[in-house]
C-alpha cells in the first residue's frame, strides 16, 4: 500500500466549479500536511499547509481527519490558471525524529476549461 | 533572486558518464533536501543533508549516488557511471529548521537526460 494515496483524475471542470480532492496516508505516525501544485511537471509549489482544525486561503479551504487518516483540498469558484497537478504531501515522524523528510502522494490533475 | 537555486536546468550524459547537480539553499536555510521524479510518476526522497552532514539517504541508491553539502558552496548530487533509468527530474528544497512544521521552498529542479 502507498504510504500517501490520491485519486489520479484527471478532473475536468468548467470555469466557476467547485472541485474536491481526497488523500488517504497509511502511517499514522504522520505528522504534518501540505498541498502543493506542480505545473507541467516544473517544481512543486507550497499551496497551504493543513491543520488539524481546518483552513481556509481565498477559494481554498483544507481539511484534516487523523482519525481517518484522511486530507482534503477544497476549491471553489474554479480559474483556467488552477489547472495543474494537486499533491497531497506528508511528513512522517521517523522513530521520534522529525526533520522534514517529504512524502508525496502521485497527484491528482486539475484541468478547468473555458 | 533569493529562491532555491538549482543548476544546470537541464544536463544531458551518455551512458558511463558523470552527473553533477548543484543545489544553493535559499539564505539563512541550513537543511537541504533532494527529491527526484521519475517520467509518470511522483516525486520521491532521495536523502536529507545540513551542512557538512548526511542525516538521512535512506532514499538513494547504494551505488554510483553520492550527495554532499559542504561548509562553504552548494549541496551537490553525484551520479556517476549514468544509466538510462537515471533520466528524470531532480528537485532540491531547502529549509530553515530541520523539522516537519516548516514548509519546504523547491528549486526549478534539473532535468537529466541520459542518450
Known amino acids: 500500500r502507498k504510504e500517501v494515496e490520491q485519486d489520479p483524475g484527471p478532473f475536468n471542470v468548467p470555469e466557476g466549479a467547485t472541485v474536491a480532492f481526497n488523500c488517504t496516508y497509511s502511517?499514522?505516525?504522520?505528522?504534518?500536511f501540505f498541498w502543493y501544485r506542480q505545473d507541467c511537471r516544473k517544481e512543486p509549489k507550497l499551496l497551504m499547509s493543513v491543520y488539524s482544525s481546518g483552513n481556509e486561503d481565498g477559494r481554498f479551504t483544507a481539511q484534516l481527519n487523523r482519525a481517518s487518516q484522511y486530507i482534503s483540498l477544497l476549491i471553489r469558484d474554479s480559474k483556467l490558471s488552477d489547472s495543474a497537478t494537486y499533491l497531497c504531501?506528508?511528513?512522517?515522524?521517523?522513530?521520534?525524529?522529525?526533520?522534514?523528510?517529504?512524502?508525496f502522494g502521485q497527484g491528482t490533475i486539475l484541468t478547468v476549461h473555458p | 533572486n533569493a529562491g532555491v537555486m538549482q543548476n544546470p536546468r537541464h544536463l544531458v550524459r551518455r551512458r558511463g558518464q558523470e552527473a553533477r547537480l548543484r543545489c544553493s539553499p535559499m539564505k539563512g536555510h541550513s537543511h537541504v533536501y533532494w527529491y527526484r521524479q521519475l517520467p509518470e510518476e511522483g516525486l520521491k526522497f532521495m536523502v536529507y543533508l545540513q551542512k557538512e552532514n548526511i542525516i538521512d539517504e535512506s532514499g538513494m541508491p547504494k551505488e554510483r549516488f553520492s550527495a554532499e553539502f559542504p561548509k562553504e558552496g552548494p549541496s551537490i548530487l553525484r551520479i556517476q557511471q549514468v544509466v538510462r533509468g537515471d533520466s528524470a527530474a531532480y528537485f532540491c528544497a531547502s529549509s530553515p529548521l530541520g523539522t516537519d512544521y516548516q514548509p519546504q521552498h523547491f528549486g526549478d529542479g534539473t532535468r537529466l537526460s541520459i542518450l
Open positions: 504531501v506528508v511528513n512522517i515522524d521517523a522513530g521520534g525524529t522529525s526533520y522534514g523528510k517529504l512524502t
Open positions: 502511517n499514522s505516525a504522520s505528522q504534518s
